[in-house]
């Protein structure tokens, strides 16, 4: 699946638990967000705030 240009339309996708692979999020403010069924086989988090994120049955083998 192709990743969204635009960020609320990404985390739409992630809440609904489509898989998007090689997920690079840059600085990103995701502080307490629910993303409890994201499904993101390679996912790097570069610089985001990911304080209290809900990650309740994500899969996320490979993020870093």
Do not use: Q, T, W, Y
Not at 8 to 35: C, P, T, W
């Amino acid at each position: 699946m192709p990743i969204p240009e635009n960020f609320e339309e990404l985390l739409s996708l992630l809440r609904a638990g489509k898989v998007i692979e090689d997920l690079v999020l840059n600085a990103k403010k995701m502080k307490g967000m629910l993303l409890a069924n994201a499904r993101m086989p390679r996912a790097k988090f570069d610089g985001c705030d990911l304080e209290g994120i809900d990650f309740r049955h994500a899969a996320l083998p490979m993020a870093f």
